[in-house]
C-alpha cells in the first residue's frame, strides 16, 4: 500500500528515533496552505556541514505516488544496512557493506520525501489525478481547477516564461490560475512548499547535488531544460535579456550555455544512475537533457544548477529529474519494481558523485 502523508511523518519520525546516531530531522519554517508541516530526514555519520550532500525530492506533484514511497524505503535500508553491516540488492543491482559504509561516511544524504502533502492527501482521497499543491483559488475565481500551483513551475529560474521565452517556444507552463496543470503561481517562489526546497539549499550549502523524483516517463534528465545546451557561448545564457525573444525555440543556433565539463558531469552521473536502473530488472529509462522533454520555466533541477550563476556565493548544485516507472499510480507490486529502481539510481549516484565530480 502507498503511504498517506500521515505515514510518510511517522516514518520519519521512527527511523530518526530507531537510527540516532546515523540520521537527524529537518525541519524546514514554511507551513503549507492547509498548516501542514513537512521535514527532511539526513542520513549519513557525519554532521551536516562536514560531508557534501545530495537533496532528494520527492512528492512535488500529488498524483505521482511512487516517489515519496521509493524515498523513504532507500532512507530505510541506508541506515539499516548501516547497522547490520550488510550490503543492498536491488534486483541484480547490488552494494556491498563497504560500499554502503563508504556513501554514509563520506556523504549525507537529506531525503525530502513529501515535498507537496496537501496535494497528496488530495490526490489519494478525492481527486486521483491532482497534480498541484493546494493554494486557494484567487478571488474572483471559483472553479475547482483554479486551485493550486505546478510546484516545479514556480521556482525563480526564468519563471515569468511570457517574457523570458520565445512567443512560440514549446514551453509547458501557465500564468492562468484554472489551468489544472501547470499554473506557475502568482510570483516565482510564491508557494510555501517551493521555499522549503530553497531554504534546504540556502541552509545546506554542502549539498552539490539535486534530484527531484518524479513520475512517469521514464527517463533520467540532466542540466539544462530552458534550451538546448551549449558549451561555445559563455554570453548565451538565461541571465542575458537578448535572448529572451528567442529563447526556447529548437535547433535555432542559440542556447543556454554550460561549460563542458559540467555537462561531461552531469551526462556521467545520469549514466551511472541509469545503469544501475537497468540492472534491476533490465529496464532503460535513458539520459536525456531536460529540455529533451520540452523547455522548462520555474523547475527545480535548473533553479538548483543556477544558483551559482546568480549568487557568486551559492554552492555549485548539479540538478537532475528522475521520472520513474510508466504509470503514476501502479498497482503496488509493481510500485515495488520502480522503487527498487529509484533506490538502485540515488545509491549509485551516492557512490560515484564525489568521484566523478571532482576528476573529470
Ligand atoms: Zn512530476
Keep these: 500500500m502507498y503511504l498517506n502523508v500521515t505515514e510518510i511523518e511517522s516514518a520519519v519520525t521512527n527511523l530518526?528515533?530507531?537510527?540516532?546516531?546515523?540520521?537527524?530531522?529537518?525541519?524546514?519554517?514554511?507551513?503549507?496552505?492547509?498548516?501542514?508541516?513537512?521535514?527532511?530526514?539526513r542520513v549519513g555519520t557525519r554532521q551536516a556541514d562536514e560531508v557534501p550532500g545530495i537533496?532528494?525530492?520527492?512528492?512535488?506533484?500529488?498524483?505521482?505516488?511512487?516517489?515519496?514511497?521509493?524515498?523513504?524505503?532507500?532512507?530505510?535500508?541506508?541506515?539499516?544496512?548501516h547497522d547490520s553491516a550488510t550490503g543492498l540488492g536491488?534486483?541484480?543491482?547490488?552494494?556491498?557493506?563497504a560500499q554502503v559504509t563508504q556513501v554514509l561516511d563520506n556523504l549525507n544524504l537529506f531525503f525530502f520525501p513529501c515535498v507537496n502533502p496537501d496535494g497528496r492527501a488530495f490526490s489519494q482521497t478525492t481527486s486521483p489525478t491532482w497534480r498541484k499543491n493546494r493554494r486557494p483559488a484567487p478571488a474572483g475565481f471559483t472553479g475547482s481547477s483554479c486551485v493550486g500551483v505546478d510546484l516545479?513551475?514556480?521556482?525563480?529560474?526564468?519563471?515569468?516564461?511570457?517574457?523570458?521565452?520565445?512567443p512560440n517556444a514549446d514551453v509547458h507552463t501557465s500564468d492562468n490560475p484554472c489551468d489544472l496543470q501547470v499554473y506557475r503561481g502568482p510570483a516565482?517562489?510564491?508557494?510555501?512548499?517551493?521555499?522549503?526546497?530553497?531554504?534546504?539549499?540556502?541552509?545546506?550549502?554542502?549539498?552539490?547535488?539535486?534530484?527531484?523524483?518524479?513520475?512517469?516517463?521514464p527517463?533520467?534528465?540532466?542540466?539544462?531544460?530552458?534550451?538546448?545546451?551549449?558549451?561555445?557561448?559563455?554570453?548565451?545564457?538565461?541571465?542575458?535579456?537578448?535572448?529572451?525573444?528567442?529563447?526556447?525555440?529548437?535547433?535555432?543556433?542559440?542556447?543556454?550555455?554550460?561549460?563542458?565539463?559540467?555537462?561531461?558531469?552531469?551526462?556521467?552521473?545520469?549514466?551511472?544512475?541509469?545503469?544501475?536502473?537497468?540492472?534491476?530488472?533490465?529496464?532503460?529509462?535513458?539520459?536525456?537533457?531536460?529540455?529533451?522533454?520540452y523547455p522548462t520555466s520555474g523547475a527545480s533541477d535548473d533553479y538548483s544548477y543556477s544558483r551559482h550563476l546568480?549568487?557568486?556565493?551559492?554552492?555549485?548544485?548539479?540538478g537532475f529529474t528522475i521520472e520513474c516507472g510508466d504509470t503514476f499510480q501502479p498497482v503496488f507490486s509493481e510500485a515495488e519494481q520502480v522503487i527498487q529502481e529509484v533506490s538502485?539510481?540515488?545509491?549509485?549516484?551516492?557512490?560515484?558523485?564525489?568521484e566523478v565530480t571532482h576528476s573529470v
Design 219 to 293: 527517463a533520467i534528465l540532466h542540466n539544462w531544460g530552458s534550451d538546448q545546451n551549449q558549451s561555445v557561448t559563455p554570453t548565451d545564457n538565461f541571465r542575458n535579456p537578448n535572448l529572451d525573444a528567442v529563447r526556447g525555440r529548437p535547433d535555432d543556433g542559440i542556447g543556454e550555455f554550460i561549460p563542458e565539463r559540467d555537462l561531461q558531469i552531469g551526462v556521467k552521473l545520469a549514466e551511472g544512475m541509469n545503469d544501475a536502473v537497468s540492472a534491476v530488472r533490465g529496464v532503460d529509462y535513458g539520459v536525456d537533457a531536460a529540455y529533451g522533454l
Design 344 to 354: 538502485a539510481a540515488l545509491m549509485a549516484l551516492a557512490l560515484i558523485a564525489p
Design 90 to 97: 536491488y534486483g541484480a543491482s547490488t552494494f556491498t557493506a
Design 16 to 41: 530518526h528515533d530507531a537510527h540516532p546516531g546515523t540520521t537527524e530531522i529537518i525541519t524546514p519554517p514554511h507551513h503549507t496552505h492547509e498548516g501542514r508541516t513537512t521535514r527532511l530526514l
Design 188 to 217: 516565482a517562489a510564491s508557494e510555501p512548499e517551493t521555499r522549503n526546497v530553497v531554504w534546504a539549499l540556502d541552509n545546506h550549502p554542502q549539498i552539490q547535488w539535486m534530484v527531484d523524483v518524479h513520475s512517469a516517463l
Design 152 to 166: 516545479n513551475r514556480n521556482f525563480d529560474f526564468l519563471w515569468d516564461h511570457t517574457t523570458k521565452f520565445a
Design 55 to 81: 537533496l532528494l525530492l520527492g512528492g512535488m506533484h500529488a498524483r505521482e505516488w511512487v516517489p515519496p514511497d521509493a524515498l523513504i524505503s532507500l532512507a530505510a535500508d541506508l541506515p539499516e544496512a
Design 310 to 318: 546568480t549568487d557568486p556565493t551559492a554552492t555549485k548544485v548539479f
